[in-house]
């Protein structure tokens, strides 16, 4: 007997899924390894005896070694195996989190930090190459939506879990255990990934093909277009409070300012996660159902913005404080939108290409903006120490986070000059 057409349908429907969720837990393990510095970052500032301007420094390594290759990043999936490219760089993390593990060196630990951003450069773009493949374009919000989600559940292990790990057999351990992890991970990309359906592969149009087979053509096309710079630099700027409080100084800001301790500052920073995963599908689905992608993304710029505002001029209890990182993770997900945009926005055998410019963008604000958030911090402190630690003031954060509030003004600004594409496929260039 032999399947329906009906049944046959499901089947892919069902594998599509599956593909694309499983591909997604790559980009949950690379978020991991980019936000652990809260769980691990006082003992790293111990270890290897640095300040928070040197802890922000390590950290945007691997933003740095991320930057470097997400545009080469988007040229290998365009033209070699997504599932080939997958595994070759889950070995790279894997031995890398390990060495790291084991190092008293500062240089080394740097090294280990660069290679695994190189190998983060695919984190995002494996599940919406993937996605692209196996969805069409009418569902590309919400499976992006969901791939972030995953992706965030990463940030989440990473925090509360992560520094409970690390209080129980110490921070060395507690990296290979990542290790660990990632091993089994690579099983399952080894078993489960398919880089797409076998007719997808016919469905490239001859002169498309053509024009983008060369290197110089995909470069030139993803450079000229305006939606990849724009919508990129709106993500980037929109994605600061996740980069700055969720990865690195969120723990220490909340229990120097707001007087949490750490097990509610890292469950704050749960809750921060929490509610990106919730907003991630909520606005991919929305967008998809109005048919618009500007407007969303400017609701939740804005309530951003007053959310942000709220928490840097208050002296917040933990429920309150709860609920402002829930309600920040939730509206700062409009971000995901970008991915869609992008990938509406360039030709079909050019749309890796389009999202390793757009993350480009995206992940220079962890390479350039930590650091910095990290100079403007230890710019007005006044040499306090306690247990140890360098302590901040509530001036000190307040001239600091001021970055947040003017970063998503500015990403606003930028899509404005944005073409919306009403979830269509367009291909948008400097002539348009």
Known sequence: MTDTPKTQQNQSSLQAWVVCLVGALYFFYIFIQM??????????MSDFRMNSAGLGTLSSIFFWGDVL??????????RYSIKKSLLLMMVVVIVCTFAFSLTHSLTFASWCFFFTGIAGAFGLM??????????????????????????????????????????VVGWRHAMQWDAGLGILFFV?????????????????????????????GSIKHTIVNRQNWLFGIYTCLLNMPIFILGAVFGVNYLQQVQHL???????ANVLLFAGAMAGS???????????RRKFPMYVGGIVTLILLLTLMYGSWNYMVIYALFTAIGFFTSAQVITY??????????NIATGFGMG??????????????????????????????MPWHSVSDYRFALWMLPISAIIGMIAIKFGKETKCKSIVVSNDT
Not at 133 to 151: Q, R
Not at 188 to 216: A, C, G, H, Y
Not at 281 to 291: H, I, N, Q, R
């Open 126 to 167: 494996v599940p919406l190459r993937l996605a692209s493949h196996w969805f069409p374009a009418e569902k590309m919000a919400l499976v992006s939506g969901l791939s972030v989600t995953i992706g965030f559940l990463g940030a989440m292990v990473s925090q509360s879990p992560l520094t409970w790990l690390v209080g």
């Open 340 to 349: 869609p945009v992008i990938a509406e926005s360039n030709f079909p055998e």
């Open 261 to 267: 301790t750490i097990a509610q500052a890292s469950f």
């Open 35 to 44: 936000t652990k510095f809260n769980a691990i970052g006082q003992q790293l």
């Open 69 to 78: 290759f997400l545009f080469p990043a988007g040229l290998i999936l365009d």
């Open 359 to 388: 993350s480009s963008l995206i992940m220079s604000g962890g390479a350039f903006l930590i650091p910095l958030f990290g100079i403007l911090l230890q710019s007005q402190w006044d040499k306090k120490i306690l247990n140890g």
């Open 281 to 291: 599908p909520f606005f991919g689905w929305f967008s998809d159902k109005m048919k």
């Open 188 to 216: 399952m990309f080894l078993l489960v990934i398919k880089d797409s359906p076998v007719e997808i592969k016919k469905e490239v149009t001859v002169e498309n093909k053509q024009m983008l087979r060369s290197l110089w």
